[in-house]
């Protein structure tokens, strides 16, 4: 386990880093993303070992080995990557460099921030596109306030998978912990859902997603109930809905961002939803609150998202001058 002075400060590294840099597309567009290999390795595999022919017994084994061997490929090549690194002048700061590529601090807020902006530009045909790159939801059938709740609970959710997770993975296990952790929450969003081809081969991946995710997710509701007050709503009220609300969402994880963002701005969030694959009758968390959310609910959400960010690295920063 690794929760020294020397990782920690590469994990402030790693949050500034992505914070002013993202990912830049003139990158990306010449080099794959890794996740986009890890991608790629986990779609093989799918089509490898998940053979319609097979019994469910037989997809879900495939599937859990298959998880594991990807899993220990990407530990060991982080490993590697991270060994080779600190071998060099600066090596710190250049493992920082590549552990700021597997958060997604300024990504999401970018995301987010575009549906806000095409509202206001091109109204809610331009916001149904923007939202349909960061959800599964048919957006057709959304109107301004589902348009709207959609990016809300997006920035909730992913501020805990996207960045607290691979964070504290990174805090505990180093790089290795870090890539294996994004193998895994890739691995969940592709072939960790219920529908006919992969609730069996994707069975271990959303169970052991789940469990990676526990404690990021509790972390991550309380960091955005802590910074209520950038909506002007109340630590509190925050507080007092996450720990609600929190267990009544379907996901054990998402809930605490998600319960804790709707007591902090007032609004009622997830409730009945419709996907390519059908409606999901969910309940509302914070039910009381209002319900029309608007676009400008969204730049309150992601200024919450913010402050919360800037919490998570002053909890880090904490523990870094504890540790010396």
């Not at 022919?53 to 990807?70: H, K, M, Y």
């Not at 923007?130 to 959609?150: H, N, T």
């Not at 504290?168 to 870090?178: I, K, T």
Request: glycine share 10%.
């Amino acid at each position: 386990m690794i929760l020294h002075a020397d990782a920690l400060e590469i994990l402030l590294l790693a949050l500034a880093f992505d914070a002013v840099i993202g990912d830049p597309d003139r990158i990306w567009r010449r080099v794959p993303h890794p996740v986009v290999w890890i991608g790629a390795l986990i779609g093989w595999a799918d089509r490898l070992l998940n053979r319609p022919a097979w019994s469910d017994e037989t997809r879900r084994a495939a599937g859990a080995l298959a998880l594991l061997a990807i899993l220990g490929l990407a530990a060991l090549t982080a490993s590697a990557v991270e060994e080779a690194l600190r071998r060099l002048p600066l090596g710190g700061v250049l493992v920082a460099a590549v552990a700021s590529v597997f958060l997604a601090q300024r990504s999401l807020a970018e995301h987010v921030g575009r549906v806000r902006d095409a509202f206001a530009s091109s109204g809610l045909p331009a916001a149904r596109l923007a939202v349909s790159m960061i959800v599964g939801r048919d957006p057709d059938r959304l109107d301004e306030a589902g348009v709207s709740r959609a990016a809300i609970e997006s920035a909730a959710e992913n501020f805990s998978d996207g960045i607290v997770a691979p964070a504290l993975w990174f805090a505990l296990l180093g790089l290795p912990g870090l890539v294996a952790y994004k193998a895994l929450n890739t691995a969940d969003s592709m072939i960790g859902h219920l529908s006919v081809r992969h609730r069996a081969f994707g069975w271990a991946a959303a169970r052991l997603d789940d469990v990676a995710n526990l404690l990021p997710a509790r972390i991550a509701g309380g960091l955005v109930a802590g910074a209520a007050p950038l909506a002007r709503g109340r630590i509190g009220t925050a507080f007092r809905t996450m720990l609600r609300d929190a267990p009544r969402h379907r996901s054990p994880n998402a809930g605490w961002p998600e319960a804790a963002m709707a007591g902090a701005l007032g609004l009622a969030l997830a409730g009945p939803r419709t996907y390519a694959s059908g409606t999901v009758e969910d309940p509302f968390l914070n039910p009381e609150g209002r319900r029309d959310a608007r676009a400008a609910d969204i730049g309150r959400a992601l200024r919450v998202m913010t402050g919360a960010a800037v919490l998570h690295a002053a909890l880090y920063g904490s523990l870094a001058l504890a540790a010396w």
